[in-house]
């Protein structure tokens, strides 16, 4: 019953260092998300792709990028990770006739 | 002052209780209307939206808009303990695309 997954739960990086946080969805979706999630600020959007190789910034972009070069995977990239970064990181897609969605179960990043 | 307010809670039932969560918002452009459940160290998952004002039923759940207060709730009717969990509203006018989440209220149910 696998739908979205993200290629870590738990990630430790050093401030400075390429971070990818990968995501992959099975269920054909067009538009896939990157959202963090902090105590007292709840879900934020980074980024999101509504097709292959196509992109939009959230509202809070600075710092990230992203990859879609399949329909199933999308990228987040942080290029210099820094201790502000520390966060949970979810991915979400959706698509269908009834605008179905489903969130990965996360990946908690902490910069040290 | 932000765009869309939930009290965090914890807020606590007994088991069968009727449980009201709330989210307030000031953008009136705001036509879409979600809920999330969201157990511990686990993605959110969707439970219902809505698009503008009016009910919404889904077994135990209820989502009711008013757009003239800027006031959303989700009913849970006989809660149980498997409800546990947080809850998120989130909102936008544009569908899902750029959704504005609240903060979650953490529900409890005590059997």
């Known amino acids: 019953d696998v739908k979205v997954t993200q290629s870590s739960r738990y990630l430790v990086k050093r401030t400075g260092e390429k971070v990818f946080l990968e995501c992959v969805q099975d269920?054909?979706?067009?538009?896939m998300f990157w959202y963090r999630q902090d105590p007292g600020l709840g879900l934020r959007l980074i980024y999101f792709?509504?097709?292959?190789?196509?992109?939009e910034k959230g509202d809070i972009p600075e710092g990230y990028s992203v990859s879609r070069e399949k329909k199933e995977r999308f990228s987040l990239i942080l290029e210099s990770a820094s201790t502000n970064q520390t966060s949970m990181y979810l991915c979400?897609?959706?698509?269908?006739?009834?605008?179905?969605?489903?969130f990965g179960p996360g990946t908690r990043l902490t910069v040290t | 002052q932000k765009e869309v307010e939930q009290d965090p809670g914890p807020l606590s039932v007994p088991e069968g209780a009727i449980v009201s969560l709330n989210c307030t918002y000031s953008?009136?452009?705001?036509?879409?209307f979600m809920w999330y459940r969201q157990y511990s160290r686990k993605g959110p998952e969707l439970l219902m939206y809505?698009?503008?004002?009016g009910n919404k039923e889904d077994g135990r759940f209820t989502a009711q808009v008013d757009k003239s207060s800027k006031y959303i709730s989700l009913f849970i009717r006989d809660s149980q303990p498997s409800d546990s969990a947080t809850y998120l509203c989130?909102?936008?006018?544009?569908?899902?695309?750029?959704?504005?989440f609240g903060t979650g209220t953490r529900l409890l149910v005590s059997p």
């Open positions: 989130a909102m936008s006018n544009t569908g899902f695309q750029k959704l504005v």
């Open positions: 269920m054909d979706h067009e538009n």
């Open positions: 979400a897609s959706i698509g269908g006739l009834k605008a179905e969605q489903y």
């Open positions: 953008n009136s452009a705001f036509q879409y």
């Open positions: 792709s509504y097709d292959v190789k196509m992109k």
């Open positions: 809505t698009y503008s004002s």
